[in-house]
């Protein structure tokens, strides 16, 4: 089993609509989550933490659930510039200076007119 | 404004030829990170720096090495380039771990390397 999973997609998504995807990790010792933004051939590009009470950005939510382990992104009336892969990532847990994150394989999502 | 800046964009080698990468932060964080991405995949973390201290990956090749000589700037130097080394370099930067901080890590626009 992989320690970071992604539904790779990908989701087409009608223009308008919403959209939710999870991301599975195996490490329950992992304590810090995060959802990065990837366009095609460019950088990761920090979307948002997320937090234990879950969090909310504009159009953007994150949740958490620790019991089931797993985190889920989901994008409320999704513009055609939401169109990209989006990548979760998730820290191995062991107290450390540097925050080691091992990154999912990133969920496609394509929103259409 | 503050940023993470990776030289070259876009770097073709020969196969076996040695290439350095290089990248340079102006947020003062402790701790650097090289990830390599192929397409279509995660990306894959090779090693990272916490201020000088050197934190290689268990299944990270011999062939890649790393200099960081100040906090501004680390290098990646991949000593004989295969082909399955071509894929795209990514530098991240965060600050130390600390209580109730979050350690987000921000990346450079990247290397995109070709290997002939």
């Known amino acids: 089993r992989k320690e970071v999973e992604q539904d790779p997609g990908p989701f087409n998504v009608p223009e308008g609509a919403t959209v939710a995807f999870n991301c599975t990790y195996s490490?329950?010792?992992?304590?810090?989550f995060f959802w990065y933004r990837q366009d095609c051939r460019k950088e990761p590009k920090l979307l948002m933490s997320?937090?234990?009470s879950g969090n909310e950005d504009g159009r953007f939510t994150a949740q958490l659930n620790r019991a089931s382990q797993y985190i889920s992104l989901l994008i409320r009336d999704s513009k055609l510039s939401d169109s990209a892969t989006y990548l979760c990532a998730v820290n191995n847990g062991i107290k450390a200076a540097g925050n080691k994150l091992t990154f999912g394989g990133g969920t496609r999502v394509l929103v259409k007119p | 404004d503050a940023m993470v800046i990776q030289n070259p964009r876009y770097q073709v080698t020969q196969f076996g030829k040695p290439v350095t990468l290089s990248c340079s932060q102006t947020l003062n964080h402790n701790v650097m990170y090289w990830y390599q991405q192929k397409s279509s995949q995660a990306p894959k973390l090779l090693f990272h720096y916490y201020d000088k201290d050197f934190n290689n990956e268990a299944d990270t090749p011999d062939n890649f090495q790393s200099r960081r000589p100040n906090t501004s700037f680390c290098f990646l130097d991949i000593r004989s380039p295969g082909l399955g080394d071509a894929a795209m370099y990514l530098c991240?930067?965060?600050?130390?771990?600390?209580?109730?901080?979050?350690?987000?890590?921000?990346f450079g626009p990247g290397t995109r390397l070709t290997v002939l």
């Open positions: 997320v937090y234990s």
């Open positions: 991240a930067t965060s600050r130390k771990a600390s209580r109730g901080s979050y350690n987000e890590q921000f």
């Open positions: 490490n329950s010792a992992s304590q810090s």
